[in-house]
């Protein structure tokens, strides 16, 4: 089982720049979520989706879209990037049970320059 | 996030036993869980806290209080593997939100 899946783990980017941060599970969970972690601080919430087609906004929306055309995929986009969005994203993934952790991607380092 | 509260760091010495707290705002709580992060990884799981009480696992220990949205984290036996970030999240309905996270360095 691959778990939790996010491409790249790397990434720079320029001002005004846009890009898809890919995610992507293999465990039919229908819980999915972004988080963004910048130093020294805990994870902030960006936008979650209960399943496929159905997407909702968390902390931290302005600046990304989401979409969840399938239960195993949900990309998470920067419009137009801006230096303030240099940070660490996670995605994460659940059954969606009361009760049940979360599994996380091993995370994508992005810097906008 | 969402006011959960935690310490921004402690110190332990190996061997000993440190309690992290967190406080949280009570309303549309559904439950609290702690997480592990070491440097440059993913967050771990370590527990999840639905009712009142404590919940043992092993060396970690993990005690919830509703009604005054409180929870604390309980390491015993300290040794150096656990210098990490600790991470409490609070759920609510179908969003998960984390506090800032503990950052607990041993010293031997």
């Known amino acids: 089982n691959a778990g939790v899946t996010q491409t790249p783990k790397f990434q720079v980017l320029k001002t005004g720049q846009s890009m898809t941060l890919q995610c992507a599970q293999d465990?039919?969970?229908?819980?999915m979520s972004w988080y963004r972690q910048d130093p020294g601080m805990g994870l902030r919430l960006i936008h979650y989706?209960?399943?496929?087609?159905?997407?909702d906004q968390g902390e931290v929306p302005n600046g990304y879209n989401v979409s969840r055309s399938t239960t195993e995929d949900f990309p998470l986009r920067l419009l137009s990037a801006a230096p303030s969005q240099t940070s660490v994203y996670f995605c994460?993934?659940?059954?969606?049970?009361?009760?049940?952790?979360?599994?996380f991607g091993s995370g994508t380092q992005l810097s906008v320059l | 996030g969402q006011n959960i509260d935690q310490p921004t760091e402690m110190t332990a010495t190996e061997g000993a036993i440190v309690q992290i707290n967190c406080t949280y705002q009570?309303?549309?709580?559904?439950?609290l869980f702690w997480y592990q992060q070491h440097a440059g990884e993913a967050p771990t799981f370590l527990s999840y806290?639905?009712?009142?009480g404590l919940e043992e696992k092993g060396r970690f220990s993990s005690f919830l209080s509703r009604s005054k949205g409180y929870s604390y984290l309980l390491l015993k036996e300290l040794q150096m593997k656990d210098s990490a970030s600790y991470l409490c999240?609070?759920?609510?309905?179908?969003?998960?939100?984390f506090g800032s996270g503990t950052r607990l360095s041993i010293r031997p």
């Open positions: 994460a993934s659940s059954p969606d049970r009361e009760g049940e952790k979360l599994f």
């Open positions: 465990m039919n969970h229908e819980y």
């Open positions: 989706s209960v399943g496929a087609g159905i997407t």
């Open positions: 009570t309303s549309g709580f559904n439950g």
């Open positions: 806290n639905v009712l009142d």
């Open positions: 999240a609070v759920r609510r309905a179908s969003k998960i939100i």
